[in-house]
């Protein structure tokens, strides 16, 4: 649990709130995150219906009554990281992939499974799940379908990753760089080319130092 206050630990420490969220399921499925990628979003999957289940739970009559008798006012985001320990970016991307269409998060999974078989690396993460959910949704909804329907009816198809060439990261106090780059020669960054550059300076300076 992370940054609560002491109403708050005495809030979710309250067996009737910690039964309704599942929290003993949350911490064991959350300790049990391995680094294999299948099992990983596997479990990070099975987080997601406690995450629904959550959320639902702090909406129903009976979450807002106790919420009002012990004095706690959660918006989703404060969901997300007092119970779950997530920032509001990951939290609301695996409560997104909650609640989509069984149909759709096993052909996802089918496919991954066809890509390993020829060899190659799926995107076999939350992230991909979501975008491959985009294809479907945009495909279906162009023809006029329900947005429901199975991504090789849709065309959908989940994204392949390329084997990194190089990985450079930089982080300080003051700058936190992070560049990938593909076999493909594809660059992947969040940063500027300014604090890139200014991290590759620094880095160089480093590197004379050791000369």
């Known amino acids: 649990m992370t940054n609560l206050l002491a109403i708050e630990t005495a809030f979710l420490n309250k067996a ?12 064991s499925t959350q300790k049990s995150l391995s680094n294999g990628q299948k099992k990983k979003f596997e479990q990070t999957l099975e987080l997601a219906k406690l995450v629904i289940a959550a959320q639902d739970w702090f ?5 807002k009554a106790i919420c009002n008798e012990e004095g706690i006012s959660w918006n989703n ?22 609640r989509l269409a069984t149909v759709v998060v096993d052909e996802f999974k089918a496919q991954c499974a066809q890509i390993e078989s020829e060899g190659k690396e799926p995107n076999r ?14 495909s279906t909804t162009s023809e006029g379908g329900e947005g429901d ?19 450079f990261t ?7 760089v992070k560049v990938v780059v593909d ?6 960054t969040n940063n500027s080319r300014d ?4 991290a590759m300076r620094k880095l160089s300076m480093l590197l004379i130092d050791l000369a």
């Open 170 to 176: 930089y982080k300080t106090d003051d700058i936190n």
């Open 59 to 63: 909406a129903s009559e009976e979450g």
């Open 183 to 188: 076999t493909n020669s594809k660059v992947t």
């Open 125 to 138: 993460t939350v992230e991909g799940l979501l975008k491959f959910a985009k294809q479907v949704e945009t």
């Open 195 to 198: 604090s890139i550059l200014e």
């Open 149 to 167: 329907s199975e991504g090789k009816e849709t065309g959908a198809a989940v994204e392949v990753r390329v084997p990194t060439m190089v990985t």
């Open 77 to 98: 985001e404060a969901i997300g990281l007092k119970v779950f320990g997530w920032q509001k970016s990951f939290f609301y991307k695996v409560a997104k992939a909650g």
């Open 16 to 27: 009737t709130v910690s039964n309704s969220l599942n929290l003993n399921v949350i911490r």
